[in-house]
């Protein structure tokens, strides 16, 4: 079974504090992603990125960061935590070969 | 600019009635289309999928309808079970782009009552 697992399923943050979101996967996948959900929006994509050390900005990346050292491993930062960045944030990852993406967990991410 | 298009945000249905769920979709070089099912404090998990170039496909109580020509599609579960209330997302891949990125609707929560 493809394992991609957060490493935090809870998270409560102070406004202005620097927050990583960590994500790993097991199964030797060369696309990772970053999406949060809010309700009556969907999922929306932060980041991604489809190899090591490379990265892309999705339809959200304002106030994030990623970083992708190691191919297995894909991590959100946000700079600067404000309110608005409260939400659930799941990590995703695929095969270049199927075009469906496995979920991690997800965080759910609170900002006071 | 939404691409993918879940305009019912909920549906209640009786335990053994067919539910239906709808998408819609704007942009015409999507070819592969995706439901995920989500449960609270949960991530999502692949339900089905179908290729662009199929107009059905089916996987146990589940089936997909795809009708290019109206940039809609359809995900039939019979007969619905209490398991199945959860909230529905329909997804869609670009062909032209080679990135895996799925864009995804609003949801619609699906409640099946006994």
């Known amino acids: 079974d493809v394992k991609v697992t957060q490493s935090s399923r809870y998270l409560v943050k102070r406004t202005g504090e620097k927050v990583f979101l960590e994500c790993v996967q097991d199964?030797?996948?060369?696309?990772m992603f970053w999406y949060r959900q809010d309700p009556g929006l969907g999922l929306r994509l932060i980041y991604f990125s489809y190899d090591v050390k490379m990265k892309e900005k999705g339809d959200i990346p304002e106030g994030y960061s990623v970083s992708r050292e190691k191919k297995e491993r894909f991590s959100l930062i946000l700079e600067s935590a404000s309110t608005n960045q409260t939400s659930m944030y799941l990590c995703?990852?695929?095969?270049?070969?199927?075009?469906?993406?496995?979920f991690g967990q997800g965080t759910r991410l609170t900002v006071v | 600019d939404q691409q993918v298009k879940q305009n019912s945000p909920s549906l209640s249905v009786q335990e053994g009635r067919i539910s239906i769920l709808n998408c819609d979709y704007t942009n015409s070089m999507f070819d592969y289309f995706l439901w995920y099912k989500k449960y609270p404090a949960e991530g999502p998990t692949f339900l089905i999928s179908?290729?662009?170039?199929?107009d059905k496909n089916e996987d146990g109580r589940f089936t997909v309808f795809l009708n290019k020509s109206a940039k809609h599609l359809s995900l039939h579960i019979v007969p619905s079970q209490p398991g199945d209330s959860a909230v529905y997302f329909c997804?869609?891949?670009?062909?032209?782009?080679?990135?895996?990125?799925?864009?995804f609707g609003q949801g619609t929560t699906l409640q099946v009552k006994p």
């Open positions: 179908i290729s662009s170039i199929k």
């Open positions: 997804a869609a891949s670009d062909g032209s782009s080679n990135t895996g990125k799925l864009i």
């Open positions: 199964m030797d996948h060369e696309n």
């Open positions: 995703a990852s695929s095969l270049r070969t199927w075009k469906g993406s496995f």
